[in-house]
Protein backbone atom coordinates (compact mmCIF):
# COMPACT_ATOMS: atom_id res chain seq x y z
CA UNK A 1 0.00 0.00 0.00
CA UNK A 2 1.44 3.37 -0.73
CA UNK A 3 0.02 6.47 1.40
CA UNK A 4 0.11 9.00 -1.58
CA UNK A 5 -2.12 6.76 -4.10
CA UNK A 6 -4.63 5.88 -0.81
CA UNK A 7 -5.40 9.37 -1.04
CA UNK A 8 -3.68 9.52 2.75
CA UNK A 9 -1.48 12.23 2.07
CA UNK A 10 -3.15 15.74 1.58
CA UNK A 11 -1.99 17.11 -2.15
CA UNK A 12 -0.44 20.51 -0.82
CA UNK A 13 2.20 17.98 2.05
CA UNK A 14 2.91 16.02 -1.06
CA UNK A 15 3.63 19.00 -3.83
CA UNK A 16 5.34 20.71 -0.47
CA UNK A 17 8.02 17.19 -0.20
CA UNK A 18 8.75 17.28 -3.96
CA UNK A 19 9.54 20.94 -4.62
CA UNK A 20 11.67 20.54 -0.67
CA UNK A 21 13.52 17.25 -2.23
CA UNK A 22 13.85 18.61 -5.89
CA UNK A 23 14.60 22.36 -4.74
CA UNK A 24 12.23 23.49 -8.35
CA UNK A 25 9.00 24.03 -8.97
CA UNK A 26 9.51 22.97 -12.67
CA UNK A 27 11.30 19.57 -11.92
CA UNK A 28 8.28 19.07 -9.54
CA UNK A 29 5.61 19.42 -12.36
CA UNK A 30 7.63 17.58 -14.71
CA UNK A 31 7.32 14.68 -12.04
CA UNK A 32 4.05 14.87 -11.25
CA UNK A 33 2.80 15.27 -14.84
CA UNK A 34 0.84 18.43 -14.25
CA UNK A 35 1.17 22.35 -14.45
CA UNK A 36 3.78 24.37 -12.92
CA UNK A 37 1.47 27.10 -12.37
CA UNK A 38 -0.67 24.55 -10.00
CA UNK A 39 2.04 23.47 -7.88
CA UNK A 40 3.25 27.14 -7.22
CA UNK A 41 -0.85 27.80 -6.33
CA UNK A 42 -1.24 25.45 -3.97
CA UNK A 43 1.74 26.20 -2.07
CA UNK A 44 1.20 30.03 -2.11
CA UNK A 45 -1.80 28.93 -0.59
CA UNK A 46 -0.31 26.76 2.00
CA UNK A 47 2.60 29.77 3.05
CA UNK A 48 -0.60 32.32 3.05
CA UNK A 49 -2.94 29.99 5.62
CA UNK A 50 0.31 29.18 7.38
CA UNK A 51 1.45 32.84 7.29
CA UNK A 52 5.05 32.98 6.32
CA UNK A 53 7.06 31.31 3.63
CA UNK A 54 8.39 27.85 3.26
CA UNK A 55 10.72 28.45 0.24
CA UNK A 56 13.38 31.45 -0.87
CA UNK A 57 15.29 31.37 -4.05
CA UNK A 58 18.57 30.89 -3.88
CA UNK A 59 20.85 30.75 -7.12
CA UNK A 60 18.14 29.76 -9.02
CA UNK A 61 17.25 26.91 -6.78
CA UNK A 62 14.30 26.89 -3.99
CA UNK A 63 15.66 26.45 -0.49
CA UNK A 64 13.50 25.62 2.45
CA UNK A 65 13.07 28.80 4.96
CA UNK A 66 13.40 28.19 9.23
CA UNK A 67 9.69 27.27 8.92
CA UNK A 68 10.06 24.95 5.88
CA UNK A 69 12.63 22.83 7.67
CA UNK A 70 10.73 22.36 10.49
CA UNK A 71 7.50 21.63 8.12
CA UNK A 72 9.41 19.07 6.35
CA UNK A 73 10.36 17.25 9.44
CA UNK A 74 7.22 16.41 10.52
CA UNK A 75 5.43 15.81 7.24
CA UNK A 76 8.01 13.12 6.64
CA UNK A 77 7.75 11.66 10.82
CA UNK A 78 3.79 11.73 9.79
CA UNK A 79 4.35 10.13 6.40
CA UNK A 80 6.83 7.67 8.34
CA UNK A 81 3.94 6.76 10.85
CA UNK A 82 1.48 6.28 7.59
CA UNK A 83 3.87 4.14 5.99
CA UNK A 84 4.64 1.51 9.51
CA UNK A 85 0.72 1.54 9.49
CA UNK A 86 0.02 0.41 5.41
CA UNK A 87 3.17 -1.65 6.35
CA UNK A 88 1.37 -3.29 9.08
CA UNK A 89 -1.67 -3.68 7.86
CA UNK A 90 0.12 -5.25 4.53
CA UNK A 91 2.08 -7.60 6.54
CA UNK A 92 -1.59 -9.11 8.18
CA UNK A 93 -2.44 -10.39 4.36
CA UNK A 94 1.38 -12.59 4.28
CA UNK A 95 3.26 -12.01 1.15
CA UNK A 96 -0.13 -12.22 -0.73
CA UNK A 97 -0.41 -8.93 -1.63
CA UNK A 98 1.46 -5.51 -1.19
CA UNK A 99 4.02 -3.51 -2.82
CA UNK A 100 7.39 -2.34 -2.19
CA UNK A 101 9.64 0.56 -4.19
CA UNK A 102 13.47 -0.17 -5.42
CA UNK A 103 15.59 2.79 -6.20
CA UNK A 104 18.45 2.01 -8.70
CA UNK A 105 21.33 3.00 -11.20
CA UNK A 106 20.70 2.17 -14.76
CA UNK A 107 23.60 -0.73 -14.93
CA UNK A 108 21.65 -2.47 -12.16
CA UNK A 109 18.17 -1.82 -13.59
CA UNK A 110 19.97 -3.56 -17.13
CA UNK A 111 21.82 -6.22 -14.96
CA UNK A 112 20.52 -7.82 -11.36
CA UNK A 113 16.89 -6.79 -11.64
CA UNK A 114 15.27 -8.43 -14.31
CA UNK A 115 17.10 -11.92 -12.59
CA UNK A 116 15.88 -10.98 -9.27
CA UNK A 117 12.34 -9.99 -10.17
CA UNK A 118 12.27 -12.94 -12.07
CA UNK A 119 12.76 -15.17 -8.53
CA UNK A 120 10.69 -12.87 -6.50
CA UNK A 121 7.57 -13.08 -8.52
CA UNK A 122 7.95 -16.67 -8.97
CA UNK A 123 7.35 -17.08 -4.92
CA UNK A 124 5.19 -14.14 -4.34
CA UNK A 125 3.41 -13.11 -7.86
CA UNK A 126 0.72 -10.73 -6.04
CA UNK A 127 3.42 -8.29 -5.06
CA UNK A 128 3.42 -4.75 -6.77
CA UNK A 129 7.34 -3.58 -7.32
CA UNK A 130 7.87 0.08 -8.15
CA UNK A 131 11.28 0.55 -9.71
CA UNK A 132 12.73 3.87 -10.04
CA UNK A 133 16.03 4.26 -12.26
CA UNK A 134 18.34 7.37 -10.67
CA UNK A 135 21.71 8.40 -9.59
CA UNK A 136 23.73 6.72 -6.88
CA UNK A 137 23.01 9.76 -4.65
CA UNK A 138 19.47 10.58 -5.58
CA UNK A 139 18.74 6.78 -4.75
CA UNK A 140 20.07 7.08 -1.73
CA UNK A 141 18.25 9.88 -0.51
CA UNK A 142 14.82 8.47 -1.85
CA UNK A 143 15.33 5.85 0.90
CA UNK A 144 16.46 8.34 3.28
CA UNK A 145 13.18 10.34 2.72
CA UNK A 146 11.18 7.23 3.10
CA UNK A 147 10.33 7.49 -0.85
CA UNK A 148 11.82 4.49 -1.50
CA UNK A 149 12.29 1.04 0.71
CA UNK A 150 15.82 -0.30 -0.93
CA UNK A 151 18.75 0.96 -3.13
CA UNK A 152 21.69 -0.78 -4.54
CA UNK A 153 24.13 2.61 -5.68
CA UNK A 154 27.82 2.45 -6.56
CA UNK A 155 30.76 4.42 -4.42
CA UNK A 156 29.05 6.88 -2.35
CA UNK A 157 28.97 7.23 1.58
CA UNK A 158 25.29 6.19 2.91
CA UNK A 159 23.02 8.67 5.17
CA UNK A 160 23.82 7.42 9.14
CA UNK A 161 20.32 6.90 9.33
CA UNK A 162 20.05 3.90 6.43
CA UNK A 163 21.12 0.31 6.62
CA UNK A 164 24.01 -1.39 4.50
CA UNK A 165 22.14 -4.36 3.92
CA UNK A 166 25.31 -5.55 2.01
CA UNK A 167 28.05 -4.51 -0.50
CA UNK A 168 30.43 -6.18 -3.42
CA UNK A 169 33.81 -4.78 -4.94
CA UNK A 170 33.82 -4.99 -8.47
CA UNK A 171 36.71 -4.05 -10.90
CA UNK A 172 36.54 -1.32 -13.48
CA UNK A 173 37.38 -2.60 -17.00
CA UNK A 174 37.12 -2.26 -20.54
CA UNK A 175 34.32 -3.80 -22.98
CA UNK A 176 35.99 -4.69 -25.65
CA UNK A 177 33.91 -6.24 -29.11
CA UNK A 178 35.41 -10.35 -29.85
CA UNK A 179 38.11 -10.09 -32.34
CA UNK A 180 39.14 -6.05 -31.94
CA UNK A 181 42.67 -5.72 -30.50
CA UNK A 182 41.84 -5.04 -27.12
CA UNK A 183 39.64 -8.13 -26.64
CA UNK A 184 43.01 -10.46 -26.85
CA UNK A 185 44.28 -9.15 -23.56
CA UNK A 186 43.85 -10.24 -20.20
CA UNK A 187 44.05 -6.74 -18.23
CA UNK A 188 44.71 -3.57 -19.03
CA UNK A 189 46.79 -0.92 -17.37
CA UNK A 190 45.44 2.92 -17.28
CA UNK A 191 48.21 3.59 -20.13
CA UNK A 192 47.40 1.03 -22.70
CA UNK A 193 43.84 3.79 -23.07
CA UNK A 194 46.17 6.70 -24.68
CA UNK A 195 46.64 5.96 -27.72
CA UNK A 196 42.34 4.75 -27.93
CA UNK A 197 39.51 6.88 -28.01
CA UNK A 198 37.67 6.35 -25.04
CA UNK A 199 33.43 6.75 -24.44
CA UNK A 200 33.63 7.85 -20.50
CA UNK A 201 30.95 8.27 -18.00
CA UNK A 202 29.61 12.11 -17.58
CA UNK A 203 30.04 13.75 -14.41
CA UNK A 204 26.43 12.89 -12.74
CA UNK A 205 27.43 9.37 -12.67
CA UNK A 206 29.87 8.73 -9.86
CA UNK A 207 32.29 6.33 -12.42
CA UNK A 208 32.80 9.44 -14.52
CA UNK A 209 34.43 11.57 -11.58
CA UNK A 210 36.26 8.56 -10.47
CA UNK A 211 37.78 7.52 -13.91
CA UNK A 212 38.66 11.23 -14.90
CA UNK A 213 40.83 11.51 -11.85
CA UNK A 214 42.62 8.74 -12.09
CA UNK A 215 43.19 9.72 -15.74
CA UNK A 216 44.48 13.46 -13.98
CA UNK A 217 46.97 11.66 -11.88
CA UNK A 218 48.42 9.30 -13.90
CA UNK A 219 49.44 12.52 -16.84
CA UNK A 220 47.75 9.91 -19.31
CA UNK A 221 46.53 12.35 -22.36
CA UNK A 222 43.96 10.56 -23.28
CA UNK A 223 41.39 10.91 -26.17
CA UNK A 224 37.72 11.35 -25.30
CA UNK A 225 35.41 10.38 -27.99
CA UNK A 226 32.35 10.59 -25.81
CA UNK A 227 30.81 11.51 -22.00
CA UNK A 228 27.27 10.19 -21.65
CA UNK A 229 25.13 9.56 -18.53
CA UNK A 230 23.61 6.61 -20.61
CA UNK A 231 24.53 2.79 -19.95
CA UNK A 232 23.05 1.61 -22.68
CA UNK A 233 24.16 3.83 -24.91
CA UNK A 234 27.76 2.67 -23.71
CA UNK A 235 26.98 -0.60 -24.65
CA UNK A 236 25.48 -0.20 -28.10
CA UNK A 237 28.74 2.09 -28.54
CA UNK A 238 31.30 -0.78 -27.57
CA UNK A 239 28.97 -3.33 -29.57
CA UNK A 240 29.74 -1.52 -32.65
CA UNK A 241 33.28 -0.92 -31.71
CA UNK A 242 33.39 2.90 -31.31
CA UNK A 243 35.72 3.66 -28.54
CA UNK A 244 37.08 2.01 -25.60
CA UNK A 245 34.20 1.92 -22.97
CA UNK A 246 34.82 1.76 -19.41
CA UNK A 247 32.36 -0.15 -17.15
CA UNK A 248 32.36 -2.61 -14.24
CA UNK A 249 30.58 -6.31 -15.68
CA UNK A 250 26.90 -4.77 -14.31
CA UNK A 251 24.52 -4.15 -16.58
CA UNK A 252 26.68 -6.32 -19.75
CA UNK A 253 25.85 -9.52 -17.94
CA UNK A 254 23.30 -10.59 -21.14
CA UNK A 255 26.28 -9.19 -23.73
CA UNK A 256 28.98 -11.29 -22.10
CA UNK A 257 27.31 -14.31 -21.75
CA UNK A 258 26.16 -14.43 -25.16
CA UNK A 259 29.86 -13.18 -26.45
CA UNK A 260 29.30 -10.04 -28.11
CA UNK A 261 31.32 -7.97 -25.83
CA UNK A 262 34.49 -9.27 -23.90
CA UNK A 263 35.26 -7.62 -20.43
CA UNK A 264 38.94 -6.67 -20.03
CA UNK A 265 39.75 -5.90 -15.86
CA UNK A 266 41.94 -2.60 -15.50
CA UNK A 267 44.57 -3.66 -13.11
CA UNK A 268 45.63 -0.42 -11.58
CA UNK A 269 46.83 0.88 -8.03
CA UNK A 270 45.01 4.41 -9.19
CA UNK A 271 41.66 3.02 -10.28
CA UNK A 272 40.51 0.86 -7.03
CA UNK A 273 37.32 -1.63 -7.40
CA UNK A 274 33.73 0.30 -7.67
CA UNK A 275 31.73 -0.42 -4.48
CA UNK A 276 28.38 -2.07 -5.25
CA UNK A 277 25.89 -1.67 -2.19
CA UNK A 278 22.47 -2.30 -1.52
CA UNK A 279 20.94 0.07 0.97
CA UNK A 280 17.41 -0.08 3.43
CA UNK A 281 15.80 1.53 6.01
CA UNK A 282 15.58 0.30 9.33
CA UNK A 283 14.24 -3.45 9.71
CA UNK A 284 11.65 -1.69 11.80
CA UNK A 285 10.45 0.64 8.48
CA UNK A 286 10.26 -1.83 6.11
CA UNK A 287 7.77 -4.31 4.72
CA UNK A 288 7.91 -8.41 4.82
CA UNK A 289 7.34 -7.89 1.47
CA UNK A 290 10.46 -5.37 0.76
CA UNK A 291 12.63 -7.42 3.93
CA UNK A 292 11.51 -10.63 1.44
CA UNK A 293 13.02 -8.98 -1.79
CA UNK A 294 15.89 -7.03 0.00
CA UNK A 295 17.36 -11.10 0.47
CA UNK A 296 17.13 -11.29 -2.82
CA UNK A 297 18.81 -8.37 -3.67
CA UNK A 298 21.67 -9.16 -1.37
CA UNK A 299 22.22 -12.75 -2.63
CA UNK A 300 22.55 -11.63 -5.99
CA UNK A 301 25.16 -8.63 -4.97
CA UNK A 302 26.88 -11.64 -3.01
CA UNK A 303 27.12 -13.35 -5.85
CA UNK A 304 28.87 -10.95 -8.39
CA UNK A 305 31.50 -10.29 -5.63
CA UNK A 306 32.05 -13.65 -5.10
CA UNK A 307 32.58 -14.22 -9.00
CA UNK A 308 35.07 -11.44 -9.16
CA UNK A 309 36.66 -13.00 -6.59
CA UNK A 310 37.26 -16.44 -7.70
Same mark, same amino acid.
Given at each position: ?10 ? @? ?11 ? &? ?19 ? =? ?11 ? *??? =?? =? ?23 ? /????? +? ?5 ? !? ?20 ? @? ?6 ? &? ?30 ? *? @? &? ?50 ? *??? /??? !? ?17 ? =? ?7 ? +? ?26 ? $? !?????? &? ?8 ? $? $? ?13
Amino acid at each position: MDPFRLGLVAT @RIHYFQLVARLGS &IRQAALALNVAPSSISRVLKQ =LEDELGTPLFERV *RQR =LK =LTSAGELMLYHARASLGELNRACNE /INELH +GLHRGSL !SVAVVESVARGLMPGALQQFWG @RHPDITVE &IKVMGSQQAATAVAEGDCDLAVVFDIRPPRAM *R @R &ITQALLPLGVLALPGSEMAERTELKLFDLANQRVILSDASLTLGASVEEAFN *RSL /IDL !SRRARTNSIGLMVDLAKRN =LGAVLQTRV +GVEQELAEGTLNFIPLKDSRLPPRKLML $L !SRSEKE &ISDAASAFGK $L $LAEAVDRLGAATTT
